[in-house]
C-alpha cells in the first residue's frame, strides 16, 4: 500500500488485476544495463561466437535487452544473416525489437 500527496489517501495495489507481463519490459531494461556494463568493463570487442554460444534455450527479455545493448555498441554487426534470421524466427516480441534496434545501431553510419 501507499499515500498519495497531498491528502495522504491510502491505496493498495490489488496484484490479482495486474498483468502477468507486469515486470517483462523492466526486465529488458536490466538487460540492456547489464549489457552496457558488461562491453565497459573492459571486453574489447564481443565476436559472434560469444553472442550465440550466450544463447538461452528460450527467448527471455533479459537476453533480448542484451542483444540492443551489444547493437548499441556496435557489437551486433558480426552476426550473420542467419544468425538475425534465427532470432527473428522466435517471434518473441522483445527479441525481435533488441535485433532490430540493435542492428539498426550497429550499422548506424554504414550505408548497410
Known sequence: SGRVPPTNASISLDAANTPADLVSWPSFH?????????VSSGVAHVTRNWIVY??????????????MALGLQGHLAELG????FQYLSYR???????????????KRGTMD
Open 30 to 38: 536490466n538487460g540492456v544495463a547489464a549489457g552496457l556494463q558488461l
Open 81 to 84: 544473416v542467419t544468425d538475425i
Open 92 to 106: 518473441h516480441s522483445a527479441t525481435t525489437v533488441g535485433v532490430l534496434l540493435g542492428m539498426a545501431s550497429a
Open 54 to 67: 550466450n544463447r538461452p534455450e528460450a527467448p527471455s527479455f533479459e537476453h533480448a535487452g542484451l542483444l
